[in-house]
């Protein structure tokens, strides 16, 4: 079975194109990820159940890993993970002719319960811009980071692997490499224009030193930042904000799409410049804006916290 793991990572990395990401997050699924506690891979389940070959696996099996999983009180996002791994390795044993069915084709996974994206107000997003001290070259860095993930909605793999030949600082656009190597075109605003344009010609210069890369957001080793380094950079700031609530580079691309939701940017246009695939992923921040705009009607209406009597 390791060898056709081997393949089938392989195959989802030149194959399919997959982004590193996806290729670690189905690995870890199929063969586990945890040091601790039970191991919940699908291939050590396998081997707890004895079954020592993939094509052995039926939907029986699946049903009882399903069961497993509960059982082990994992949640319904993560059973949904792995069976998306497993559902992906078995699509490529059947391309393989390796096996005849694919065990999960009847096969749902479980229903999730929908939940709507964190975003920062207007005021919060307001006060968070401020946190970077712009007087050093990481501070620029940062100042730099945390305007254009709110004006462009950037993914952190999107602004992490960022090139300087990408961005146009004449027209604030930034040609952009998505999910499955799609290219799409994003823009800026002023004021991330400004702070990019500053860190570019200082901030930058200094931090690169001798060194040569094309990357855009560098450490002080000169060394493109990798995706955990820039969500330790927006937690460090969310930090010294003060706030509660868990923040991080997606929540800064949720505020993006749910304030253009608000000031009336149509859904599609949304749905084009946060690259995704579907228009149903972005008619979730519709939902926000409801739940927004229901908030609001409640604090500033002095009618609506009068009780009716029956």
Known sequence: MQEILNRYIDYMRAGRNA??????????????????GTQ????????????????????QTIRDY??????????????????????????????EGLIHENPLSKISSPKLDRKLPSYLTHDEINRFLTMADSSTPEGQRDCAIL???????????ELSHLKISQIDLHTHEIRVIGKGSKERLVLMGGPAAKALSAYLEEGRRKLLGKKKTDD??????????VERRVQKIVKKYAGKMGLTKKIHPHTIRHTFATH???GGADLRVVQELLGHASLTTTQIYT???????????????????EKTND
């Open 19 to 36: 982004s590193p990401y996806t290729v670690r997050t189905y690995y870890n699924a199929l063969v586990g990820n945890t040091t601790r």
């Open 40 to 59: 919940k891979g699908f291939f050590p389940f396998l081997v707890m159940k004895k079954i020592g070959s993939l094509d052995k696996v039926d939907k």
């Open 66 to 95: 399903i069961m497993w999983l509960m059982d082990q009180k994992l949640a319904k996002t993560s059973i949904t993970c792995k069976l998306s791994a497993i559902r992906s390795l078995f699509e490529y044993l059947q391309k």
């Open 147 to 157: 305007e254009l993930l709110y004006a462009s909605g950037l993914r952190v793999s």
């Open 216 to 225: 855009v957001f560098i450490s002080r080793y000169g060394q493109r930042l």
């Open 260 to 262: 253009m939701l608000d």
């Open 287 to 305: 939902h926000v804006s409801k739940s927004q705009a229901k908030k609001v009607y409640l604090a500033a209406h002095p009618f609506a916290k």
